[in-house]
């Protein structure tokens, strides 16, 4: 049954992806109230925040609340609480993500950030991170989600095309950088 929903959802996302709106006008609905392609429920790791909040209005307009309320959760907490305006293609992902785990695994599934926006200070600091890491133009999240194996993490992130997909033992990272990068960490 799961084979054949992640399937059937592959194919839905081939067909609708980039669009935060699909053509009839309707976002993509997971069944559970406000998990969809316009919401992202999401925890932070390291402060233990978290929110549940729109991205997109109807009209497919970025939602200027909900963006900033998703970067301020996103900012660099470990360095002093810096901030930067994360790119709403990456919630747009996030929150396909979402809808897609949701859809597969029948019940709410939660995205918990273990990384989001970096200063090039700390990113400097971390071992193996990129130089011009997307992380320090707020266009890459490292994630789990609960109760998901990474491995479909992975699998509905490539369905909804992300551009860059790094497997980690403990998370994925996402991003909307340049297009086609694979790797593992």
């Known amino acids: 049954r799961r084979a ?3 399937a059937a959802a592959t194919l839905a996302l081939s067909a609708a992806w ?3 709106v699909r053509a009839n006008g309707w976002p993509l609905q997971s069944g559970f109230a406000g998990l969809d392609e316009q919401h992202l429920w999401i925890r932070q790791t390291g402060r233990a925040e978290a929110t549940h909040t729109r991205i997109r209005l109807d009209d497919g307009q970025p939602d200027p609340n909900g963006v900033a309320d998703l970067s301020w959760l996103f900012r660099d907490w470990r360095d002093g609480d810096a901030h930067h305006w994360i790119d709403v293609r990456l919630f747009d ?3 396909t993500v979402q809808t897609f785990t949701t859809l597969v695994h029948g019940r709410p599934t939660e995205l918990v950030l273990n990384s989001g926006y970096r200063t090039a200070r700390r990113n400097a600091t971390i071992e193996g991170a990129a130089v011009n890491s997307q992380h320090i133009h707020g266009r ?3 994630i789990t989600v609960t ?5 479909d993490v992975r699998q509905v992130a490539e369905a909804a095309r992300a551009q860059g997909i790094g497997r980690y033992a403990g998370f994925t990272h996402l991003d ?4 086609g990068r694979r790797w593992r960490g």
């Open 4 to 6: 054949l929903l992640t």
């Open 18 to 20: 980039p669009l935060p």
């Open 93 to 95: 992902l996030l929150a």
């Open 140 to 142: 890459a999240a490292d």
């Open 147 to 151: 109760g998901v194996p990474n491995s």
């Open 176 to 179: 909307v950088g340049r297009p």
